[in-house]
């Protein structure tokens, strides 16, 4: 496609993803806005505001009301359940506009999740949310390796059946440093053989990469 794509990393599945003049929030949570190290600045101007599921950790309210009081005029995109949610806190969101996929929320320890939707970004970049059941990927992948509903296998496996050119780890407030270099050298070693490149960002700080 000949273009650039800048990734930055703002806390667990929180991205802020830049293409061109356009520059995406995707699941602004409760360990961003928790973060002593995040200010609003950091998410001045956005274009678009893509939510995939209500849980705390991937939209928090106060943090959506101060990027959509900076954003560039920009629309929250989420799920028709968490539209509801958001409209008792006096909130506007649509359930139109990024193209979005089937990709459902893998069953919790205490049940069923909730609606879960993915999203394919400017055509680029594709986040699946609290998905490892999901069968297609743009060329950079933000993968969620690691959660209380999957595992570092499921994850490799997925990865390995969608193809990205690109890997970002997403989704890992739960490990220390330490455990995110651990954890993350195994799945680069387990996808050695299939062409794709695991980029390991860490919080608040971005990468470039062409695709």
């Known amino acids: 496609m000949g273009m650039d794509v800048t990734i930055t990393k703002l806390v667990h599945a929180c991205l802020l993803v830049e293409v061109g003049d356009r520059r995406i929030l995707i699941d602004p949570g409760v360990f961003t806005w928790n973060d002593e190290r995040f200010d609003l600045s950091m998410v001045e101007g956005v274009d678009r505001i893509l939510i995939t599921h209500e849980h705390a950790d991937h939209v928090h309210f106060d943090l959506l009301r101060g990027v959509l009081e900076r954003s560039n005029h920009a629309e929250v995109e989420t799920t028709a359940s968490l539209q509801r949610v958001l409209a008792e806190q006096n909130i506007d969101s649509t359930t139109l506009g990024t193209p979005q996929f089937a990709a459902p929320h893998e069953r919790i320890p205490i049940g069923p ?3 879960n939707t993915g999203f394919h970004i400017e055509g680029v970049l594709t986040h699946p949310g609290d998905s490892h059941s999901f069968v297609e990927s743009m060329p950079v992948l933000a993968m969620p390796f690691i959660a209380p509903w999957g595992s570092l296998v499921t994850g490799v496996d997925r990865t390995r059946l969608v193809k990205p050119r690109y890997v970002i780890p997403i ?11 651990f954890m993350y050298g195994l799945a680069a070693s387990g996808l050695t053989e299939d062409d794709a490149e695991l980029l390991h960002i860490e919080d608040f700080t971005s990468t470039t990469v062409a695709v």
């Open 113 to 115: 999740g909730p609606e």
């Open 171 to 181: 989704h890992d407030w739960f490990l220390s440093e330490a455990g995110r270099e």
